[in-house]
């Protein structure tokens, strides 16, 4: 998943990623806000999961015998 990144005015830098709605978050750094947006996307992701809602992107990550 593409990760979007940009400087603030303030300095700060903002973080997210497109495909999952609500996944942005801001860092004082530039790795800190990748990271903090890695994580919640892939909270995101899992509570998705759990909820049984699917996700195109998973399809070929997991394989389940018939």
């Not at 801001?26 to 800190?32: A, C, I, L, P, V």
Request: hydrophobic share 40%; net charge negative.
């Amino acid at each position: 998943m593409k990760v979007e990144i940009e400087r603030e005015e303030d300095g700060r830098w903002i973080a997210e990623v497109p495909e999952l709605p609500g996944a942005m978050v801001y860092g004082q750094t530039r790795e800190e806000a990748v990271s903090k947006v890695e994580a919640l996307a892939l909270r995101s992701i899992a509570d998705r999961l759990e909820n049984g809602e699917t996700i195109p992107e998973l399809d070929e990550l997991f394989a389940v015998p018939t």
